[in-house]
């Protein structure tokens, strides 16, 4: 494989980092870093995670640090998982579900994006105020474009430059925007120390939970030409 797209949350488990380069990170609402904000309905008596307990929670997917990884790993520090701290679980496979399924009180709490819960205050008002944030994470960097680092140097900075330039064409802007792309930007220092900060954090929740690993993140090697 030469090229790949990573959601943050697979990047950060990925078993063999040092085989790829990052060439590009999205950028999203004007910034290439967001964080997982745990919701509940804006009436629930709730005030931190703690109080959550029995309650019934939304994940988005498994393989999403936002919408799933950041808000075990954060029961894990409460000696807890999440099949004994909440009585029900459900995956939306979406953070705009699962929002929308706090808003409608079909769950009671769940954990999704920023990016998802702005673009709610943006476009749909009344669902963003029907919620109400208990806790937000620390920054992560957004999905990332890899190439495999055995890539030849000068082929690697012309698939960065067409990245970075992807929005300078207008149909290829309007095809980010329905995307929620604003556009691909380089990859800044603060988005790589958050990311490889995560990185080693969600690995080491993960290695603990060996059946979730294998089950879950079945992600193969880049194979290096």
């Known amino acids: 494989t030469d090229l790949a797209f990573f959601p943050a949350g697979a990047f950060g488990v990925y078993p063999s980092l040092d085989d790829m380069h990052v060439i590009a990170a999205q950028e999203r609402m004007g910034s ?5 904000v745990i919701l509940v309905h804006r ?8 109080d959550l307990k029995g309650s019934t929670v939304a994940f988005s997917d498994p ?7 950041y808000l075990a790993r954060r029961l894990q520090e409460l000696g807890q998982t999440p099949e004994s701290f909440f009585s029900h679980s459900v995956y939306t496979y979406g953070h705009e579900k699962s929002l929308h399924a706090v808003a409608n009180r079909s769950v009671q709490c769940a954990s999704v994006s920023t990016l998802a819960y702005n673009h709610a205050r943006q476009n749909y ?16 960097g957004t999905g990332p474009v890899v190439v495999r680092r055995s890539m030849p140097p000068e082929e690697r900075q012309q698939l960065q430059e067409l990245f970075l330039r992807l929005h300078e064409q207008p149909e290829l802007k309007e095809a980010l925007k329905g995307l929620l792309i604003d556009r691909f930007v380089p990859p800044s220092e603060e988005c790589q120390r958050n990311t490889t900060f995560k990185q080693k954090r969600l690995h080491h929740y993960l290695v603990a939970q060996p059946l979730l690993f294998k089950t879950l993140y079945k992600i193969q090697p880049l194979h290096s030409r």
Do not use: F, K, W
């Open 32 to 36: 290439s870093l967001y964080n997982a």
């Open 63 to 69: 393989m999403s640090y936002s919408g799933y990884v």
């Open 43 to 50: 009436d629930s008596p709730c005030q931190t995670l703690s």
């Open 125 to 140: 008002p009344e669902v963003a105020d029907a919620v109400r944030i208990i806790e937000t994470s620390p920054a992560m």
